[in-house]
């Protein structure tokens, strides 16, 4: 009762304290992004986008800086970075407050009994990489976007607010606060994807679809925390406690394992349909598609990692025995997952569909790596969460390019992109090329891992027994079977490269995405305008798909004859109609992208390399929690 | 061990040169233009140049070169546990290691891909694309010094990718339909086979905790196996299943049977990617491993050894099989090219056959000789091909165009080569694997042990004899297709262009697609093709005389005694390798004198021959790849498009259908419920209530509004008591109790 006589001062302090501290700063900074974006009015665009960029951008620092730590003579100087030291990765979750500052909500009863609600956070080697990704990520989609009009407010405020949401998800250590980001990450993601996907109907069934499966899963998650908690008898609802008791036979352990296998499908099914695993994958390719480019990016990026992420932190913690006997049929699961969806993505002619159902398959390696409880197996998982987030946000920001160039998404329509925009080519076939799973790329080291760990398993499966074989044979079967998704895998990604690269690109008369072009690229396209300078006559050209100035030969550096070449061809000496710069300012271009494209598509292109040629930083992040997870499952 | 840093540069200067290639193509691809072919072949030319000087010291010492250096640390379960928790991570380091077969080939892939640099500079002059093309040139023959030259497994792997990806990529390079699709239908075959690789080093790393192939030691495993006093049974099990996943993987990387159809639908490439993708590169790849690998097949130390009958006898079975069957393809084939590209498959398909023989030095020698020669066939043959109007290269076509007599003693010199004449590079090997063979299988020895080797291994002698048999056979055949092509080159009767162009089956597709091909010198051998036939002739010397006298096997090279050659024939000068020499060349001049015969000098004869019905039509399903690209495309092209339809069709359909149906049945059964619920027992209780009370006033009206004063008053006076009875009794007692306790 002593909080009620802490005065004005005290309070304010405490404040102080908490947020210096760099957790609460990864959450505060969109959240301060979000509310002063909702306060401004809804045509102040300059405005609106320098906040969007400033504040995932402050967050993305902070999260970076959790990594790396601030030099000692800096943190000394201020108290607001007092708490920057560098992550250890062996450590237990760091960044936490210490225990008596994050009391939340308590309530009493008895006298000694007291049940409390905890802001109780930290970040280790298995959420650290992701809150990384997860904030880089959120930056890329502020500047892929930059150039929305229409209702970019309540956009990027809803953006800022899904990544506090994510963002808790990844530090939250405590039942009810991680239920509760769980849940935040829910609602703005819903409305992002009905109210800004291109076709309205299809756009808000995708968006109730979404919502549907995730809260039917939620609420099985609800039961099993709470029954979790009930009967294990604790008053905490720290997931460490909760988990500790799950285990310890005087609290929960001595529960039927009928019980607690009803309490891990219960988790199981709400991470399930996040992640997505097989029967409960069909609402993510309808909001993928319907979602606009930087939603798209962060659902499959971001977002299908939350579950899988969970799935480590709590559910293999609390329930390791569970694992064992639920394991065989959770990977089964996830091999359909991966051959099922591969199989499924090659039937695709829509670019977007294709993508989320290769993120279906691939996410199955991350299942597969995690239920086969061993470290090669879970460092793999966790590699994968990653190197496969970089990988499908690219493909995904392509996807948008694709759509504004083309003005379609379906395969069968698209060709030529060498010809039409030679500079986003490279990205293509990087990410593509990654998403085969091949080496020295992003994509090649979780798979590899995944595939190794199910064939040298944790010796506990030798025990077990799957149908006529026992559970190490049996992993190992599923790890060649799981071959054939990374095969399929070359078969569709070859066959969307050979159509969207080669072939002709489409010619100015024959098009029919005129009308869809930005409304900046109209007048160039109808009565032709002088360009100001050759970047902009290029921008022009790139816009109007010239097959002069586009052709592959364009190049930057001796741009000056063909800025003239593409003058001429969009019409010069016509009338020029007076581009009015405040009401549509050209997009800024470097060597044919628009330059917050470029901004974000080299960074990936460059992280997919270095994930591939050096994968040691990242295995090192997660392999100690993985090594320490792993001797415990040992016991059981 | 030392680290060798010519070795490092020999492997990272032509994929340096790679990637400076691509970074130019794509910033300033009118540079790239210019600049990337000459780029590429300087490399190559400083990667053979680091090659020749890193031959004499190794050869002297008779070590292996090597470089190694800390990579990536794999957390890993084995060491975890092997450890006791203390160890977390397996290091996997960058190595590289070269012994001298190797350096062998990677002199030859280097000076191959060279050669081909320069002859493509003059073929790709006028291509738009040259930049990019040049890179992915260059890019090929980096991945394959690299795999020559890696010693760590997963290197050794991705080297192994990114030649299918360049192999995808130079196929595809003329950007027709047909070239498109064959370019895929390459890299789908090879990427499929490519796991079983993978499988198997995951297996050798997981298992085994070995990350490089020095540290293969599998002798070294059977030794400790009998020091810990166990069978070493279930080892050789494992190193046999290692070893048949290679082999599949060779099947599938270097065209061998059920999968040669590939190879032969790679020949809608331009020459230069001909060239490089059979002589020097990507199908040597599966030959070379199993080479590398030899061990897992069968391994001695002493008096200790062990092998997996069943990996010899897959490797025997698949190398012998393609050997025959891809030699009657070529014999039957009608286009130059395409006879040289099953017979690469065929060829190969001996390298492979030597490693199931147990007589890996003469796979790499098979190689080796195999690599010059088919660089010389094949540039020869486009040279040719360059000079007709429309660049066919049908053998209608292409009759007797090699008028020069350097250029025809060139070709014949290379193909006497391929044919095995003894005393050539390509009859060293030959008839030392013949020899090994037949030797192995019927001599029964083992000169390490002086144990009977077919004894214990029953099925790998069988296998031996039946190979043993079919390389035999394979002699004429050999000589025979061979023979045809020059002879028809060189000494046939030449047939207007019209009549060239119609032949039948994918060879006329082809033949149009080359017509209509991108970037067509103007017919006719114009100025600047010297270069070219100079460089024709001289891989065809080189490869053939020069080889055979500074590094080949036999008597010949003798003089140069400080060259250890591991690929030197056991059996050399033995009465029993002159029986094999002579057998072999009995064979061989009986192939060529009947190819000689039907074909250049009584060709109405030959024609004649082929006007019989039967024979008609067995060439053509011959010449038509036995039709196993029309097999494989449709049980897996077809099947695997079906399915995916199927369950794209029922994802939506019946899964889609079932979830969502059933999360949707769920809230509209509760839904449904509440409401009857609602309405049958929520309203039911009200409407029960107020009937209660309907009823109560009806008792009401009915029993006590009688009108009688008398019946009030007995009802007040029951009231009462009731009052009485149950309220203040009750009452009275409570009151007491609280009086009582007071």
């Not at chain 1, 959240?31 to 609106?48: A, D, V």
């Not at chain 2, 009977?452 to 002698?461: C, V």
Request: aromatic share 10%; hydrophobic share 55%; net charge positive.
């Amino acid at each position: 009762m002593e909080q009620f006589s802490v005065g004005i001062f005290e309070k304010l302090q405490n404040f102080l304290i908490w947020a210096a501290n760099p957790i609460s700063q990864l959450l505060l900074f969109p959240l301060l992004g979000c509310l002063l974006i909702s306060g401004l009015k809804p045509g102040n665009l300059p405005r609106i986008r320098f906040y969007a960029v400033l504040f995932s951008a402050l967050t993305l620092l902070v999260s970076i800086l959790m990594v790396t730590g601030l030099p000692e003579g800096l943190r000394k100087s201020a108290p607001f970075f007092s708490q920057y030291l560098a992550l250890q990765p062996d450590a237990p979750p760091q960044f936490g407050l210490p225990a008596d500052q994050y009391k939340w909500i308590t309530i009493q009863y008895g006298e000694h009994q007291s049940l409390s609600v905890n802001w109780n956070v930290g970040v280790d080697g298995l959420s650290m990489p992701l809150i990384v990704l997860s904030s880089a990520l959120f930056l890329g989609a502020t500047l892929w976007g930059l150039s929305r009009k229409e209702q970019a407010r309540e956009f990027y405020a809803l953006l800022l607010l899904l990544q506090v949401g994510i963002g808790g998800v990844f530090v939250s250590l405590d039942f009810i606060l991680f239920y509760l980001f769980w849940e935040l990450m829910l609602l703005p993601m819903y409305f992002l994807i009905s109210g800004f996907g291109k076709e309205r109907v299809a756009a808000q069934r995708a968006a109730i679809k979404f919502f549907l499966f995730t809260m039917g899963g939620s609420v099985f998650f609800l039961v099993s925390a709470i029954a979790m908690k009930v009967l294990s008898n604790i008053y905490s609802f720290a997931i460490i406690d909760i988990c500790m008791a799950a285990i310890d036979p005087d609290k929960m352990g001595y529960l039927p394992l009928a019980l607690r296998t009803m309490m891990f499908v219960g988790l199981l099914l709400a991470f399930a349909v996040k992640i997505p695993i097989f029967p409960l994958h069909t609402w993510l390719p309808d909001a993928h598609t319907e979602a606009p480019t930087e939603i798209s990016v962060i659902l499959a990026g971001i977002m299908l990692k939350t579950g899988a992420y969970a799935m480590l932190r709590i559910l293999y913690f609390a329930f390791p025995d569970v694992g064992y006997a639920v394991g065989p049929i959770l990977a089964t699961c996830a091999v359909i997952s991966i051959v099922y969806g591969a199989a499924i993505t090659l039937a695709q002619t829509d670019f977007k569909r294709m993508v989320a159902y290769s993120s279906i398959s691939h996410m199955g390696f991350v299942v597969l790596g995690i239920s086969a409880m061993n470290v090669d197996a879970m460092v793999g998982a966790t590699f994968h969460m990653v190197g496969h987030g970089i990988i499908i946000a690219t493909l995904f920001f392509l996807s948008g390019v694709l759509e504004r160039r083309y003005g379609t998404r379906d395969l069968r329509q698209i060709s030529g992109m060498l010809k039409l925009a030679p500079a986003y080519s490279p990205f293509l076939v990087l990410a593509a090329v990654a998403g085969m799973g091949f080496p020295f790329l992003a994509g090649f080291w979780g798979e590899l891992m995944v595939l190794w760990g199910s064939f040298y398993n944790n010796p506990n499966w030798e025990s077990v027994r799957v149908g006529p074989l026992d559970g190490a044979t049996y992993f190992q079967v599923l790890a060649v079977t799981a071959c054939l998704g990374i095969l399929t895998s070359a078969v569709y990604m070859l066959r969307m490269l050979v159509r969207v690269l080669g072939g002709p690109a489409p010619s100015l008369a024959s098009q029919q995405y005129e009308e869809k072009l930005p409304a900046m690229a109209q007048p160039v396209l109808l009565a032709g305008t002088e360009p100001k300078n050759p970047q902009q006559a290029l921008a022009w050209a790139g816009l109007s798909g010239s097959p002069m100035a586009a052709s592959f030969e364009l190049e930057a550096a001796d741009s000056a004859a063909a800025a003239e070449q593409a003058a001429l061809d969009s019409g010069a000496g016509t009338a020029s109609v007076p581009l009015d710069v405040e009401d549509a300012p050209q997009p800024k271009v470097w060597r044919g992208m628009r330059l917050n494209e470029a901004l974000v598509l080299i960074p990936l292109a460059l992280a997919i390399i270095i994930l591939g040629l050096q994968p040691s930083g990242l295995f090192a992040m997660s392999s100690s929690l993985a090594a320490s997870m792993m001797q415990y499952f040992l016991a059981f | 061990m030392e680290n060798n840093i010519q070795l490092l540069l020999l492997c990272a200067l032509p994929m340096a040169a790679a990637l400076a290639c691509y970074l130019l193509a794509w910033l300033a691809p009118a540079t790239a233009r210019r600049f990337n072919g000459p780029l590429g072949a300087a490399a190559l030319a400083g990667s053979s140049l680091l090659g020749a000087m890193l031959w004499l010291p190794l050869a002297g010492a008779n070590v292996a070169a090597s470089f190694s250096r800390p990579w990536v640390k794999l957390p890993d379960t084995t060491t975890l546990l092997m450890s006791g928790g203390q160890e977390l991570f397996l290091s996997i380091p960058f190595a590289l290691r070269l012994d001298l077969p190797g350096l062998l080939f990677a002199i030859t892939t280097a000076g191959i891909g060279l050669a081909v640099l320069l002859y493509a500079l003059r073929e790709r002059r006028d291509d738009e694309r040259r930049g990019l093309f040049f890179a992915h040139l260059t890019l090929f023959s980096a991945a394959m010094l690299m795999l020559l030259c890696c010693d760590t497994l997963l290197l050794i792997y991705i080297a192994w990718e990114l030649m299918g990806l360049c192999s995808y990529l130079l196929i595809a390079h003329r950007a027709t339909p047909l070239a498109r699709r064959s370019a895929r239908l390459a890299f789908w075959t090879t990427r499929a086979t490519d796991f079983a690789l993978l499988i198997g080093i995951i297996i050798l790393m997981a298992n085994f905790n070995v990350t490089a192939l020095s540290g293969l030691n599998i002798a070294g495993f059977y030794q400790r196996a009998v020091e810990l006093g166990v069978s070493h049974a279930p080892l050789e099990a494992w190193f046999g299943t290692v070893g048949i996943l290679l082999v599949i993987a060779a099947i599938g990387k270097s065209g061998q049977f059920p999968l040669c159809f590939w190879l032969s639908g790679a020949m809608v490439a331009p020459t230069p990617v001909s060239a490089m993708l059979h002589a020097a590169t990507m199908v040597a790849a599966g030959p070379y491993l199993l080479y590398r690998m030899s061990g897992l097949f069968f391994s001695g130390n002493g008096a200790l050894w062990g092998g997996s009958e069943a990996a010899m006898l897959t490797a025997c079975l698949v190398g012998a099989v393609s050997l025959i069957l891809c030699g009657v393809m070529a014999l039957c084939a009608d286009d130059a090219k395409r006879v040289l590209a099953y017979s690469t498959a065929s060829q190969l398909g001996l390298a492979i056959l030597a490693v199931g023989a147990l007589s890996e030095g003469a796979a790499i020698w098979q190689l080796t000789a195999h690599a010059w020669a088919k660089a010389a066939l094949f540039l020869g043959a486009g040279l040719l091909a360059a000079s007709l109007p429309g660049h066919s290269t049908s053998l209608k076509a292409l009759a007797g165009s090699a008028r020069q007599p350097l250029l025809r003693l060139a070709l014949v010199l290379a193909a006497l080569s391929l044919a095995g004449l003894p005393l050539l590079p390509g009859g060293q090997a030959k008839d030392s694997i013949l020899h090994a063979l037949w030797t192995r299988a019927l001599v029964q020895l083992d000169p390490a042990t002086g144990t009977s080797l077919g004894a214990s291994f029953p099925l790998a002698q069988a296998g031996w004899t039946v190979s043993a048999v079919l390389l035999l056979l394979s002699v004429p055949l050999t000589a025979a297709y061979l023979i045809r092509l020059v002879g028809i080159l060189g000494w046939g009767k030449p047939v207007p262009a019209a009549a060239a162009v119609a032949v039948s089956g994918d060879a006329a597709v082809e033949a149009a697609e080359h017509s209509t091909g991108a970037a067509a010198p103007s017919p006719g051998l114009t100025q600047g093709w010297g270069l070219a036939k100079g460089l024709v002739i001289a891989l065809s010397l080189f490869g053939t005389i020069a080889l055979a006298l500074l590094f080949g096997p036999g008597r010949l090279s003798t003089r140069l005694p400080l060259i250890e050659r591991p690929w030197a024939w056991a059996g050399e000068g033995s009465p029993t390798a002159w029986l094999t020499a002579a057998a072999s060349l009995v064979f061989i001049l009986g192939g060529a004198y009947f190819a000689w015969r039907f074909n250049v000098a009584r060709p109405d004869e030959g024609a004649r021959l082929l006007r019989d019905g039967n024979l008609k039509r067995t060439v053509a399903y011959f010449r038509n790849g036995m039709l196993l690209r029309q097999f494989w495309e449709k049980l897996a092209g077809r099947g695997g498009w079906l399915l995916a339809q199927t369950w794209s069709l029922s994802d939506r359909r019946v899964v889609d259908a079932l979830v969502a149906g059933a999360l949707s049945k769920l809230g509209n059964g509760f839904s449904e419920g509440s409401r009857i619920f609602d309405k049958r027992v929520v309203d039911g209780a009200r409407w029960a209530f107020c009937e209660f009370w309907w009823w109560l006033r009806r008792l009401h009206q009915r029993l006590l509004q009688t009108g009688y004063v008398q019946h009030y008053m007995f009802i007040i006076l029951l009231g009462a008591v009731v009052l009485c009875f149950v309220v203040l009794r009750p009452l009275g007692d409570t009151f007491k109790s609280i009086l009582g306790r007071r």
